[in-house]
């Protein structure tokens, strides 16, 4: 069996900054990811990210994720990395299964940071399975890693971050949008991404939602309605809408196996979205030596997926006896940008949601 | 309403803007209306014209005086939401973000639209360049009449 | 005034059925390698950096599995290897998630009825 002084699952932002943050710091690192491309969402997005220039404020999502990937090749001891390494196992007794392309390894590791990410939301209405159907990410994976537009007549549903992001992506790509539709009575996510679609005259439809979509091997059309404030739908008021593709950005929730599997202690946090796994400050869960960071812990943003992955692979160094040499400098900076990050409005339900995860632990 | 449907009363977009009487150089608005965790806008500028602080969540602030109308910020902007102004005779210049295809040309005559997307007339497209840092994003310079200030923010190419 | 969406030319031509984008305004996609395989027999092109779900997609091949009971058309959904919903039948091989499978070239991928049975 082969033996990994740390394991990172996952090449996303956390990851990517998890192992960049242990192998500084001397540990040897191998990431696992199961796509064939590092970056993990990142490499699809092309709108230019928030937060400050610590977090890589003003640069395109797909940049960041080169930068991150870069950041791995540290002079002496640069991380290792598998791709379409799937990993499918992670045992109390230190051992991961890992599918790498057509091989099955076991492993045995001393530490682990587990950031597998998330994955999308359902929203269920009637024949909500036809072909063209599709998550946001898919959308963009299929616009922007591989050039295919999705359809020819988008409808968005779903005006959070993502929905109002996407949508704006699909024009850029030449794909109409037809409407983003929101069965609350607000856009949920920044006001800026919504008034970018305004100015081009896409309709926002608040308290409105998607009865049924109908076609034969694939979704024609779909039909909408209003919602009153009990989010019903209101009779009389269906409206039939065609389109070639439905865009479904409901959100997303962590996801929770590995963690579980693990034996590390989880909770339910409505505010992080879904199953999390309770983590002290130094993001350890409940297993000693099994760290987490990104949406895996919470849904967030990618610019606290890039900071809690910076910390958890500090926290991993320290556990293997090999402390980054700046560790109490940079923790203390890495935990500030966090606080910052969260203290704004958008940020109350994630700070919410981290004070029911967070539990004090000897770190 | 900004809520409903991302569009900002005449009210707030007037909120943003700096005294007319300054707008003989072109100066920046600034329509971020929402606290979110964003500052480029403010590490970006060369002039030091505009103040978030220690809290990114914080609104932007612009010093008007200290505004260049450079543009910087125009294409630096995560959120598309800074356009630069100024007043020139019997029009108004702005300085607008641009993404998409086609790219127009300079001299071109496109179709000024409002914050709704609704058609103002014609606007003459006057200069196209490269935003500064801004890694893809074309910087518009574009020419409407003036009384079209507080409604102008974008174009779109004529048929 | 026409609709934004109508006057942008985006993927540089405006016939209806080409899914492939040519020009953008932030990607650059290079042409890259035409790669040959088969769908439910028929010869199909994709290029190199597709997955086999990205080629078929823009190949106009959206149903890519059957429900076990219902025999509904299924595509994919998420795309990135979580839900199962683009399962089909690879060289033989079942229950291949096409979404995070790279195409490679004279692949014969056909539709995915049922539960996968590997023979």
């Given at each position: ?18 192992a ?47 930068e991150?990937?870069?950041s ?23 051992v ?33 399975d ?36 996407v ?23 920044y ?31 779909v ?52 199953m ?26 990618a ?26 400098r ?29 539990v004090?632990?000897?770190? | ?21 300054l ?19 403010e ?9 978030i ?40 210049v702005f ?20 914050r ?6 014609d ?36 048929e | ?36 395989f ?18 078929l ?55 995915q ?7």
């Amino acid at each position: 069996m082969k033996d990994v002084e740390l394991l990172v699952v996952g090449g996303g932002p956390a990851g990517l900054s998890a192992a960049a943050s242990a192998a500084e710091a001397g540990v040897n690192v191998l990431l696992c990811d199961r796509s064939f491309r590092l970056g993990g969402q990142l490499i699809k997005q092309t709108h230019k990210f928030f937060g400050s220039e610590k977090q890589h404020a003003k640069t395109r999502g797909f940049r960041i994720a080169a930068e991150l990937e870069a950041s791995l090749a540290v002079p002496g001891n640069p991380a290792e990395t598998w791709t379409e390494a799937t990993v499918v196992g992670l045992y109390p007794d230190r051992v991961a299964g890992v599918l790498h392309r057509d091989r099955y390894e076991k492993m045995r590791f001393r530490a682990c940071v587990l950031c597998p990410g998330a994955g999308e939301r359902y929203l269920a209405f009637e024949n909500n399975d036809l072909p063209g159907i599709v998550g946001a990410g898919a959308v963009q994976t299929l616009m922007n890693v591989h050039g295919v537009l999705p359809g020819k007549k988008v409808v968005m549903v779903g005006s959070g971050n993502i929905g109002l992001i996407v949508a704006y992506q699909l024009l850029q790509a030449g794909v109409r949008v037809e409407a983003v539709l929101e069965a609350s009575p607000k856009i949920g996510g920044y006001k800026v991404h919504a008034a970018k679609l305004a100015r081009l005259g896409i309709p926002i439809r608040t308290q409105t939602s998607v009865l049924r979509a109908e076609g034969s091997d694939h979704v024609e059309r779909v039909v909408v309605s209003a919602l009153d404030s009990a989010w019903n739908p209101v009779p009389g008021t269906e409206e039939t809408i065609e389109c070639d593709a439905v865009c479904v950005a409901v959100g997303l929730t962590p996801l929770h196996q590995l963690a579980a599997m693990a034996g590390a202690e989880m909770k339910y946090v409505p505010e992080l979205g879904g199953m999390v796994p309770l983590l002290d400050s130094a993001r350890e869960t409940s297993v000693p030596g099994l760290f987490c960071a990104g949406d895996a812990s919470g849904i967030e943003e990618a610019s606290a997926a890039i900071v809690g992955g910076r910390l958890a692979g500090l926290s991993a160094a320290r556990y293997l006896g090999k402390p980054h040499p700046e560790d109490s400098r940079l923790r203390e900076d890495l935990t500030t940008q966090l606080r910052i990050l969260r203290s704004g409005p958008f940020g109350a339900k994630i700070r919410a949601g981290a004070a029911k995860a967070e539990v004090e632990r000897h770190a | 309403m900004l809520e409903k449907n991302g569009i900002p009363t005449p009210e707030q977009v007037k909120s943003v803007f700096p005294p007319e009487a300054l707008l003989v150089r072109a100066k920046a608005v600034l329509e971020c209306y929402e606290e979110i965790p964003c500052n480029p806008c403010e590490t970006n500028c060369p002039a030091g014209a505009i103040h978030i602080g220690e809290d990114i969540n914080a609104r932007p602030v612009l010093d008007a005086k200290k505004c260049t109308g450079c543009g910087i910020c125009v294409g630096v902007c995560p959120g598309l939401a800074i356009l630069t102004v100024s007043l020139k005779g019997e029009d108004a210049v702005f300085q607008i973000p641009w993404e998409f295809l086609p790219v127009p040309k300079e001299g071109d005559v496109w179709i000024g639209t409002d914050r709704a997307g609704r058609p103002l007339g014609d606007a003459k497209i006057l200069r196209v360049r490269d935003a500064k840092g801004g890694d893809r994003t074309r910087i518009l310079t574009v020419s409407l009449p003036r009384q079209h200030l507080y409604d102008f923010v974008t174009v779109r190419c004529p048929e | 005034m026409k609709a934004f969406y109508d006057i942008i030319t985006l993927n540089g031509t405006r016939e209806d059925d080409n899914l492939r984008i040519e020009r953008h305004p932030i990607l650059d996609f290079p042409e890259t390698k035409t790669l040959r395989f088969t769908f439910e027999g028929r010869p199909v092109e994709g290029r190199e950096g597709d997955t086999v779900a990205s080629a078929l997609h823009a190949a106009g091949v959206w149903k890519l599995s059957e429900s076990q009971k219902l025999h509904r058309p299924r595509g994919f959904y998420c795309a990135i290897g979580n839900c199962s919903s683009c399962h089909m039948v690879v060289d033989g091989i079942p229950n291949v998630k096409t979404c995070i499978t790279p195409l490679r070239a004279g692949m014969d991928v056909r539709i995915q009825a049922g539960k996968g049975v590997l023979k």
